[in-house]
Protein backbone atom coordinates (compact mmCIF):
# COMPACT_ATOMS: atom_id res chain seq x y z
CA UNK A 1 0.00 0.00 0.00
CA UNK A 2 1.27 3.34 -0.58
CA UNK A 3 0.37 6.91 0.89
CA UNK A 4 0.22 9.79 -0.16
CA UNK A 5 0.11 13.44 0.89
CA UNK A 6 -0.13 16.52 -0.57
CA UNK A 7 0.61 19.98 1.15
CA UNK A 8 1.59 23.70 0.22
CA UNK A 9 -2.10 24.73 -1.04
CA UNK A 10 -3.16 28.05 0.11
CA UNK A 11 -4.53 31.67 -0.92
CA UNK A 12 -2.27 33.78 -3.41
CA UNK A 13 -3.32 36.34 -5.62
CA UNK A 14 -3.21 36.23 -9.78
CA UNK A 15 0.85 36.06 -10.82
CA UNK A 16 1.57 34.75 -7.56
CA UNK A 17 3.09 31.24 -7.10
CA UNK A 18 2.61 27.96 -4.69
CA UNK A 19 4.91 24.66 -4.90
CA UNK A 20 2.95 21.88 -3.73
CA UNK A 21 4.41 18.58 -2.34
CA UNK A 22 3.65 15.25 -2.55
CA UNK A 23 4.90 13.04 0.52
CA UNK A 24 4.67 9.36 -0.75
CA UNK A 25 5.27 6.24 2.29
CA UNK A 26 4.59 2.42 2.15
CA UNK A 27 5.86 -0.49 3.64
CA UNK A 28 7.94 -1.53 0.99
CA UNK A 29 7.87 1.61 -0.90
CA UNK A 30 10.49 3.08 -3.45
CA UNK A 31 8.89 6.06 -5.25
CA UNK A 32 11.82 5.78 -7.78
CA UNK A 33 9.34 3.20 -9.17
CA UNK A 34 6.54 5.26 -9.48
CA UNK A 35 5.55 7.51 -12.16
CA UNK A 36 3.81 10.57 -10.26
CA UNK A 37 0.64 12.76 -11.88
CA UNK A 38 -0.72 16.25 -10.55
CA UNK A 39 -4.46 16.64 -11.03
CA UNK A 40 -6.86 19.26 -10.01
CA UNK A 41 -10.73 19.37 -9.55
CA UNK A 42 -12.17 22.52 -9.52
CA UNK A 43 -16.27 22.83 -8.16
CA UNK A 44 -18.43 21.63 -10.24
CA UNK A 45 -16.06 20.26 -12.78
CA UNK A 46 -14.44 16.79 -13.89
CA UNK A 47 -10.56 15.97 -12.34
CA UNK A 48 -8.25 17.07 -15.21
CA UNK A 49 -4.66 16.32 -15.38
CA UNK A 50 -2.07 18.91 -14.83
CA UNK A 51 1.32 17.40 -15.04
CA UNK A 52 3.44 14.35 -14.41
CA UNK A 53 6.70 12.95 -14.21
CA UNK A 54 7.85 9.91 -15.52
CA UNK A 55 9.18 6.74 -13.22
CA UNK A 56 12.55 7.68 -14.33
CA UNK A 57 12.44 10.65 -13.56
CA UNK A 58 14.07 11.70 -17.45
CA UNK A 59 10.33 12.91 -18.74
CA UNK A 60 7.80 15.35 -17.99
CA UNK A 61 4.22 16.07 -19.37
CA UNK A 62 1.87 18.83 -18.74
CA UNK A 63 -1.42 19.92 -19.80
CA UNK A 64 -1.37 23.21 -22.18
CA UNK A 65 -3.22 25.20 -19.45
CA UNK A 66 -0.52 25.24 -17.38
CA UNK A 67 2.77 24.57 -19.89
CA UNK A 68 5.37 27.39 -19.02
CA UNK A 69 4.16 27.99 -15.47
CA UNK A 70 4.36 25.06 -13.84
CA UNK A 71 6.92 22.61 -13.45
CA UNK A 72 7.51 18.92 -11.96
CA UNK A 73 10.57 18.00 -10.39
CA UNK A 74 11.05 14.91 -7.78
CA UNK A 75 13.57 14.11 -5.00
CA UNK A 76 13.56 10.44 -4.80
CA UNK A 77 15.77 10.11 -1.18
CA UNK A 78 13.09 12.02 -0.29
CA UNK A 79 9.99 10.24 -1.55
CA UNK A 80 8.69 13.34 -2.70
CA UNK A 81 7.52 15.38 -5.49
CA UNK A 82 6.92 18.89 -6.14
CA UNK A 83 4.61 21.00 -8.33
CA UNK A 84 5.84 24.31 -8.58
CA UNK A 85 3.25 26.62 -9.76
CA UNK A 86 4.58 30.02 -11.24
CA UNK A 87 1.71 32.96 -12.32
CA UNK A 88 -0.92 31.71 -11.12
CA UNK A 89 -4.62 32.47 -12.25
CA UNK A 90 -7.80 32.59 -10.87
CA UNK A 91 -8.39 29.51 -13.52
CA UNK A 92 -6.22 27.73 -11.04
CA UNK A 93 -8.03 27.35 -8.86
CA UNK A 94 -9.17 24.13 -7.76
CA UNK A 95 -8.43 21.15 -5.14
CA UNK A 96 -4.87 19.67 -6.71
CA UNK A 97 -4.60 15.85 -6.30
CA UNK A 98 -1.43 13.82 -6.80
CA UNK A 99 -1.06 10.93 -7.70
CA UNK A 100 0.98 7.15 -8.23
CA UNK A 101 1.56 4.67 -11.32
CA UNK A 102 3.68 1.86 -10.77
CA UNK A 103 6.64 1.70 -13.71
CA UNK A 104 3.95 4.25 -15.30
CA UNK A 105 5.52 6.89 -18.74
CA UNK A 106 3.48 9.70 -16.80
CA UNK A 107 0.01 9.18 -18.83
CA UNK A 108 -2.96 12.13 -18.37
CA UNK A 109 -5.02 8.90 -17.97
CA UNK A 110 -6.74 8.81 -14.17
CA UNK A 111 -7.23 5.47 -14.73
CA UNK A 112 -3.78 4.35 -14.71
CA UNK A 113 -2.91 5.60 -11.28
CA UNK A 114 -3.16 3.28 -8.44
CA UNK A 115 -2.80 5.66 -5.63
CA UNK A 116 -4.06 9.28 -4.75
CA UNK A 117 -3.88 11.54 -2.15
CA UNK A 118 -6.81 13.52 -0.45
CA UNK A 119 -5.77 16.53 -2.10
CA UNK A 120 -4.82 20.09 -0.96
CA UNK A 121 -7.07 22.78 -1.86
CA UNK A 122 -5.11 25.88 -4.02
CA UNK A 123 -7.16 29.43 -4.32
CA UNK A 124 -6.27 32.23 -6.86
CA UNK A 125 -7.80 35.20 -5.99
CA UNK A 126 -7.78 38.10 -8.97
Known amino acids: QVHLVESGGGSVQAGGSLRLSCAAS??????????LGWFRQAPGKEREFVGA????????YYADSVKGRFTISRDNAKNTVYLQMNSLKPEDTAVYYC????WGTGTGSLNAYDYWGQGTQVTVSS
Open 26 to 35: GRTFSLSHYA
Open 99 to 102: AADL
Open 53 to 60: ISWGGGST
